[in-house]
């Protein structure tokens, strides 16, 4: 007799904030990983737009619709596991609070919050209510990143020294044109510009490759767009890490969509331009020094496609969803990802400040630990 399999568990959830990465990028990979795992169903929308919930009734037919969240929380949370945060950055907080009020784990959009504060409270109030806080560090599940990783973990570069993370954008990403497509270049709604919307992608990655949290930053930043907009969309912070420094920069006005990273280890260094990934590794110099230190050079190039262009970043998401699910699963409530999105969201707040101080270095605390 073979042994009953138990079917798994199909976690109901709802979203809160049904605009551009709830149409595009969660929305579908839910629906998708539904058809192939029957492990999770949108059940319940909230969004304070009418004409966005209209949408959400098309791609979600089955699903309740709230004009307010808290409505929905009310009516919905005794049948729910879960909420999925993507309103602007401002309502995160809020929002995940009352969810854990009612005792359901939170998924939310980056950045987890926009300020220090809300972030330490949040972190502090899943351990107490024991349920999980994961934020979407969704750049981590780039199929190019991954690779990073394992060129990494295969030691062939050796230690890291440095890091460049620069990310060019040729505008500010635009919410949906139901609602208001420029929340982030206004402050009471963004939080910040183009370091609090993107920031928390290049400070997770560092933290990644430097196998650290960094202990100083100092910053500067620009609005050039100033006479229509209160948020910066140029911004350069460096980071110092115990072995080395990473030199991060994020532009909205660079004529450009991409991202192009080094890592720059005492073997060798990565390269990485979208898709193109390159790997130069030093072969060993025999003898004495040589003027203009000549070595030679075992160079490996591939490409690996990663969907960069599309901003939904769809196919990235499902692998960050098996890990949401294996946070529940191990009662995992303020597990890595919390903690790096404190971290992103302390990197932030310090930039602004170091910015706002001529680019004095500020200390960055790395003990999250003693305040939950
Ligand atoms: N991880 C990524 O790659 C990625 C990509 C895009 C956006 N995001 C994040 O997703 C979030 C949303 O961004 P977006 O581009 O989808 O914005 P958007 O403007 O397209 O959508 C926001 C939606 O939230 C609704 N809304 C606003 N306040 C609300 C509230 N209090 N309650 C309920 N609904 C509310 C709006 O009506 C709108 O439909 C942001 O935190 C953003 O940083 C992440």
């Known amino acids: 007799m073979g042994q009953l399999l138990s079917a798994p568990k199909r976690l109901k959830g709802a979203i809160i904030g ?33 004409a966005r919930l209209a949408l959400a009734k098309d791609l979600l037919p089955q699903a309740n619709l709230y004009k307010d969240y808290l409505y929905l929380l009310k009516a919905e949370s005794s049948r729910l596991d879960f909420v999925d945060i993507c309103t602007p950055p401002s309502d995160h907080a809020r929002i995940a609070h009352a969810a854990f009020e009612c005792g359901l784990h939170v998924l939310c959009e980056k950045p987890l919050t926009t300020t220090l504060e809300e972030a330490q409270a949040l972190l502090k109030h899943a351990v107490q209510v024991k349920k999980v806080l994961y934020p979407c560090h969704n750049y981590k599940h780039a199929p190019v990143v991954l690779a990073i990783r394992d060129i990494l973990s295969s030691q062939r570069i050796g230690k890291i020294r440095s890091l460049t993370l620069n990310t060019y954008r040729n505008t500010h990403a635009k919410g949906v044109t139901e609602w208001n497509t420029h929340w982030r270049r206004e402050k009471k709604l963004s939080g910040g510009g183009i370091a609090m919307d993107h920031g928390s992608h290049t400070f997770y990655l560092t933290f990644d490759w430097m196998g650290a949290y960094p202990h100083a930053v100092t910053a500067k930043m620009i609005n050039l767009d100033s006479d229509r907009y209160d ?24 004529g450009v969509r991409k991202v192009i990273y080094t890592v720059q280890g005492e073997k060798g260094s990565i390269t990485v331009d979208d898709d193109e990934l390159q790997v130069a590794v030093m072969q060993k110099t025999q003898g004495p020094d040589v003027a203009q230190g000549a070595v030679t050079w075992t160079v490996e190039k591939r490409s690996i496609v990663s969907n960069w262009m599309d901003a939904s970043h769809v196919s990235w998401f499902n692998s960050l969803f098996d890990q949401f699910k294996k946070a529940i699963d191990d009662h995992d409530y303020v597990g890595k990802e919390a903690r790096d999105a404190y971290y992103c969201i302390q990197i932030i707040s310090k930039s602004y400040q170091s910015a706002q101080e001529g680019c004095r270095e500020l200390p960055l605390s790395t003990s999250i630990q003693s305040l939950l």
């Open 18 to 50: 049904f605009g551009f990465i709830s149409e595009k990028g969660h929305v579908p990979a839910y629906l998708q990983r539904d058809q192939i795992h029957s492990d999770v169903e949108i059940v319940a929308v909230a969004d304070i737009c009418e």
């Open 231 to 254: 948020t910066e969309d140029n911004f350069t912070a460096v980071l110092s890490f115990p072995n080395g420094l990473a030199h991060t920069h994020l532009s909205w006005t660079a």
